[in-house]
């Protein structure tokens, strides 16, 4: 299958980004296959949500700045790995738009190609919103995942994020598809079942089947700093987020 670059994407916060990056990697890697989280999300959640948050370590604030080092760290879970983000990332935007001495939108993409299909899949953590860090993410990725809370404001900005994705395409990565989005703390309340009716109609097959149900353990699973389908995976949520990664590689199969 090659490596899959996947950027897990939503221009709204809240709603369970890091959480499903960190889950379907660890599903993934329990699944057989290696991983590699990169967290380029200033909050750097996922590198929290890892126990793989040291100040002194290499980021992806260095990574995107073009310094040389060693950016990847082991986790305790088998093959999963990661690159950490920490709060200099805030200061990366401006950094990066000022230093002109090298491509700015390809940096990501770059490094990520001299791993040379090290992993079989790499899971980029993105910041909520559109920028030079998000643009990095998908000019290096082969596919984007979007999740989506459902609220009433829940499709605010996703016309604007598939046109982000289609100029993207358009400008600099050809290869770039939307793998798909999903539904986060679902719930069994009329609302939700009207707006899954009208993704499943803006969407088609691009809107993937399995939910994560809304489910305490999830929370518990960060105070623990561990994925819920290692912290309590017999919770509704660590089955869903397993049905969830078996579904996106189902479609990866096929797509393929």
């Not at 590198?47 to 080092?69: F, H, I, M, N, R």
């Not at 869903?240 to 579904?247: G, N, P």
Request: glycine share 4%; proline share 3%; hydrophobic share 40%.
């Amino acid at each position: 299958m090659g490596t899959r670059v996947i950027s897990f994407l939503n221009i709204k916060g809240g709603v369970g980004k890091t959480i499903s990056t960190t889950n379907i990697g660890a599903a993934l890697d329990k699944m057989g296959y290696s991983v590699l989280i990169i967290d380029i999300d200033p909050q750097s959640n996922a590198t929290k949500y890892l126990s793989s948050y040291k100040e002194d370590d290499l980021s992806s604030y260095e990574l995107l700045k073009g310094e040389t080092g060693i950016y990847i760290k082991a986790t305790k879970y088998n093959a999963l790995q990661i690159v950490p983000g920490n709060i200099k990332l805030i200061m990366a935007e401006n950094e990066i738009m000022l230093d002109t001495r090298k491509a700015r939108e390809t940096r990501l993409k770059k490094w990520i190609d001299s791993l040379d299909h090290e992993f079989d899949f790499i899971l980029i953590d993105c910041p909520p919103s559109l920028n030079i860090l998000t643009t990095n993410a998908l000019v290096a990725s082969t596919e984007v995942l979007v999740p989506i809370k459902i609220d009433k404001f829940a499709l605010d900005g996703f016309e604007y994020l598939m046109s982000a994705i289609e100029e993207t395409r358009e400008e600099f990565n050809p290869h770039l598809n939307l793998l798909g989005a999903f539904i986060t703390m679902d719930k069994s309340t009329t609302i939700n079942r009207d707006i899954k009716a009208e993704l499943d109609q803006i969407l088609g097959d691009k809107f993937l089947k399995q939910t994560i149900r809304e489910n305490v353990a999830v929370t518990k699973s960060t105070f623990h700093e561990t994925p819920v389908i290692y912290h309590d995976p017999k919770s509704n949520s660590a089955k869903d987020y397993i049905k969830l990664t078996e579904e996106i590689v189902n479609v990866l199969t096929r797509v393929i």
